[in-house]
């Protein structure tokens, strides 16, 4: 990562403000040959797209994908693909007020101290905007999986809202597609649906969220340790998501309560390789996979932009009372389950792409010629 | 991050397995004409060091450091600086019943399967040895921040171990170097003590732990967005110490129950700049740092190596029981302290040049002049 | 450099096909607070641009460059700026039938051996339009480092053409402008000028040449050793043009004929600092600038594309003879020229942040005190 | 290429100065399972040492390398492996007197602006003796290049002494480990020993070289354009080693004199493949490897070092005349052969990882069926 670049070999730029004329995503490193047209990443960004659902902002934006380079008859090129999203709805008087004050809980203030200036309209490169790009860079990712890896599935729900958990006994992953939160648990969605109504209309509020990401199809051996390990990109990952402030794998910080005993993974001979007992590891030991599933689990904070004034500053120092108007999610982790998805996907084949390129794709054996 | 070496302009490249004849950091990108000798280093491994104290592995390694270039005169000269730590007390013989069996928790099977090989003396390059060389790159990031931030202090401590968490209320910063835990708290040490001599005697287990690490006196300004966040690089850095399953900013997995109104760390004209009412961000919003303490934690898993049976397969894939005699941490945790200081310094130092590249250091304004 | 980005700190990614809907850059980490629109970058569009004089290709594109991201209100924001140009005369019908065929000189046949496909529109990724988006890029870096080292002059030209050299004796700056060469050298242009419409027309045949590209006030200091030295950089973006085979740093390789008491270039102390009695180091020492003119110099074979039959295979391995018709330049050094001046522009930029990341731009000093 | 690092992924790093302790190549990104031990490498190190024939420096070093980590039983593990040359010949005394002087050609006033400050023994870091940890990591990419292509030929040798060139007619590749040139032409040496003599002797002089290398059976598709084209990075990797100061590729600076339909290489279908008719464009098309010769040639610069005393300053500002006394080799390009073969190896053994990560190795198909 450096920059606005992410990955080794599958390399993601995202570039673009909330409210220019347009953003998108560099993705330079894809494998030649794979088919793809803007019908392959459109339905990833329209999952994501805010005004979907009563849940999210009512912002209305078509987020249109356009390729711009990079395939030719329908096949990617092995040259850098250009996705651009024009921005169609701007309405950037909505934030002109916002200029001159640094709205607690954004990036207002530290992009000012750190830059000198930034761009206010509706939260410049620091807006969670710039989200949809790596959406659309995920899709590109899916269609290399697909494939290279036809059996790899990847997940996302959400586990948590505010104090609220699902029950995972009623998990249920055909449900994650039928209700506004991205939840596979049935039971709580009207309960959800009302809290949240209550928080934004009533409390002027908003609230936080716990996503997990899993992947199934994972082959052993992907990731680059010491510092390229596997867990390691995945925490980077998400740790870059907008107001994401805790990532964990598998057991995650549940891990410190634990014995040795109950955290080992124990390992059985399977049919087709080895099997584990458990998965407290999340699928990565060593910062390699394991062949298990892999499990990512993470936090947003609630949205910083609320209706309920907050205390803060101008510009001139002076003190003011920030109350933000517009358009807002009441619970940015809803739109982060897509998100997350898109970058486990771009982690994956970066990191497949890597594990070629080093050990050539061969895996060491266990049998008994091992 | 890439394979084995992390950071932007000042670059760290660990090398070396458990029971090789060394191992060492190639450390890139030090300003020149920083004051360095094996002196500011030799403290902070003497902290990490094993055999140190009751709590954890009676190996003993003198862990000495040796600079083999980059410094003249006492001085950095901006040339690579090679720190190598040569293994004295080997003991390749309490390991060699495990080159042929993969250990429950370990990264033997991943490292097989990827690499086809393995080098199965002390867990090769995966032991937590390895983690030394970051501590000895940490010594030299240390002696240029004390050079170029002069009001910086990186203080790490335990928080939790297994189910039990200090008491912030009796916070001692002075009680950490005092006790065999580096816990701010002394009214927990002799609870602990007594609750992991049991752990490992009697109960033949390990157990996890969390550890927090605060930066104060860090300038605003740090981090480069969207990629290079702050947040992004240190949940990298503590991600891939070994054993850790999760890392936390500031609220951490908290946050997600909170609401927007609780969540806004809200802002206030000091005499000297911008203060904040709270910390719920950990010193970071949207991805730089605002001048506030910089706060991260992280979960240690508890250690693999334990005297009770775990059930696992050997390499030709025979049900196996797995009982790790030899000298183990039974809390790993306790010496990921002084690792995790040390990932922040690296990370903090990387973050003021990266910075003073691209922004030349200069800050915006805020003010009647603003 | 990596796939399709260059640049250590100020890092530019092309994107594009010659024939695909557009083409452009993404800049990553140019410095904040830099005044830039679309009217600083398009002057040096215009001077590569196809079409402009007699000498280079009839294609006619506009090639306006649109600035998509990273400027806010006239200033950079310290963001990716996103550089698209619009591809409006692209006249696929021209090139259809080298789908099925490779022409001699051309990437065609090594990109269907590495990627299996290829754009063969107009040479797709592989055309020297590419350069198009570099010359943006340069615009870039040219704004900033309008700003950071105001008197830094970079000056490019063609110093041989075929085997016609200019007479340096006669070197004029002012000259470059005038003429369709960017030659330095009045006494030229009528010969180069007929031979070149006679190599064309008469034996439908192209010739190579040399360009020259001098910077003036390069402060001492930049590069970084060992393996980003400044000559390194330099000579990698150069080689990184279409059509050039060598590359030459001050004395180039005439250095070889050199002894020791020729080449080196002393020193003795001036007014404001050291200066040099001669140039062989081109302005660089130990990979560093040493504050005398950078010079460069670079060979760019013939054009490939020429109407006199060639002897190739087609994709079916069966002898065909390729005659190259369209609009191609029959000396693509000529349009080197700005395109050189880019990439000088942007390594120093480049390495001007790298060094005032590492030292602070802090330099050692020369005189009593020293 | 970043600071002391080059490769994407078979990644160096070097580290050390002329008179340290020790210098080194920590060499990251090695594939697994290669057979690799010190007798591998010592050969190549061998070849470059000083003091080995009558034409170079007379400093005595032994130069033995020392694995330090990344090999286990004899095979690599895909770990960091860390070579190790200690320094035992040192005789810092011959270099006390440069400290506060600068020797014209030398990287000493560079590094004393750039840094503030330097070693000055033996030049430091900028001392050739840096290319003795390339040569050692060039014995690991062979050795990984004789497993992964075992056809692959590296060869290297002098074309140009001073004015004095090969004849290539009577090239034979058996004659260049027979004299002291590595030169493939016996008619030459008894009259390059005599002027080296002389020039050494009598005349206090040093003269420059041009160097050629040559890899035959480089796998068509190598090279990953734009930015990190084969030819690229074989022009920064001749480049970055010292007092290099131009690179060509096949043709080179001659390429501009020629005519496109001189310059285009032919292709006609081979029994096993296509095949050129000629190879004017040194194996490479587009940044990317044909499957023909891949050919590389380099000028050295004269050695600084010489008896004729030279103008210069020293730190004060004050006049100074320069003599370097020491043991030097009178032409540097001499012991650049090995260091350049060693570049060739790593620069392919790299693109061959890379190529595989993005393409899995696949080669486009020609013929009946293409």
Chains 1, 2, 3, 4 share one sequence.
């Not at 916002?98 to 490169?125: E, N, W």
């Not at 458990?278 to 209706?307: D, Y």
Request: hydrophobic share 40%.
């Amino acid at each position: 990562m450096s920059f606005n670049t992410f990955g080794h070999l599958f390399r993601v730029t995202t570039w673009g403000e909330s409210h220019g004329p347009a953003l998108g995503a560099t993705v330079d490193g894809c494998p030649p040959g794979i088919a793809l047209d803007e019908s392959l990443i459109q339905p990833f960004l329209d999952r994501r797209r805010p005004g979907l659902n009563a849940m999210t902002t009512q912002r209305q934006e078509p987020d249109r994908v356009r390729i711009l380079s990079g395939v030719y008859e329908g096949r990617t090129t092995g040259t850098p693909i250009q996705l651009m999203i024009e921005n169609t709805d701007q309405r950037s008087r909505d934030y002109s007020e916002i200029a001159r004050t640094f709205r607690p809980g954004h990036a207002d203030l530290a992009y000012h101290l750190k830059y000198g200036l930034r761009d206010p309209r509706g939260g410049g490169r620091s807006s969670a905007r710039e989200t949809a790009a790596r959406v659309a860079a995920g899709g590109v990712a899916r269609a290399a999986l697909s494939a290279l890896l036809p059996d790899l599935e990847i997940l996302g729900y959400m586990v948590q809202m505010g104090a609220k958990t699902i029950d995972r006994s009623r998990f249920d992953a055909d449900e994650i597609a039928r209700n506004d939160f991205f939840v596979p648990d049935a039971g709580v969605v009207a309960e959800w649906t009302e809290y949240l109504r209550r928080l934004r209309s009533d409390a002027h509020d908003s609230v936080g969220a716990v996503v997990e990401v899993v992947a199934r199809g994972v082959p052993a051996g992907l990731g680059a340790p010491i510092y390229a390990k596997l867990d390691t990109d995945l925490a980077a990952a998400m740790m870059s998501i907008n107001a994401v402030k805790g990532v964990e794998i598998g057991a995650g910080m549940a891990a410190a309560e634990l014995t040795g005993t109950q955290n080992a993974d124990e390992i059985r001979m399977g049919e087709t390789g080895p099997e584990f007992l458990s998965n407290h590891a999340g699928g990565i030991l060593g910062g390699i996979s394991t062949g298990q599933e892999v499990v990512v689990r993470f936090a947003v904070k609630p949205t910083s932009s609320i209706l309920t004034p907050r205390r803060s500053i101008d510009i001139e120092g002076n003190p003011v009372d920030v109350v933000t108007k517009g358009r807002h999610d009441p619970c940015v982790g809803i739109r982060a389950v897509p998100v997350a998805e898109a970058m486990m996907a771009c982690v994956l084949l970066d990191h497949l792409l890597l594990d070629r390129g080093q050990t050539g794709g061969q895996r060491g054996r266990i049998g008994p010629q091992g």
